[in-house]
């Protein structure tokens, strides 16, 4: 979806223009998750 949208934007990354991104994820307690994302070009 993300690719399709970038697309039919014009964009050149995936992730809509930007080169990086990050995901956090919260659990249970105190557990945080944290990914660093790398957008790649189409």
Excluded: C, Y
Aim: hydrophobic residues 40%; proline residues 2%; aromatic residues 8%.
């Amino acid at each position: 979806e993300m690719r399709r949208k970038s697309v039919q934007n014009g964009l050149k990354t995936t992730g809509e223009g930007l080169d990086w991104g990050v995901l956090f994820g919260f659990g249970p307690g105190l557990t945080i998750e944290t990914v660093v994302l790398h957008s790649v070009a189409i």
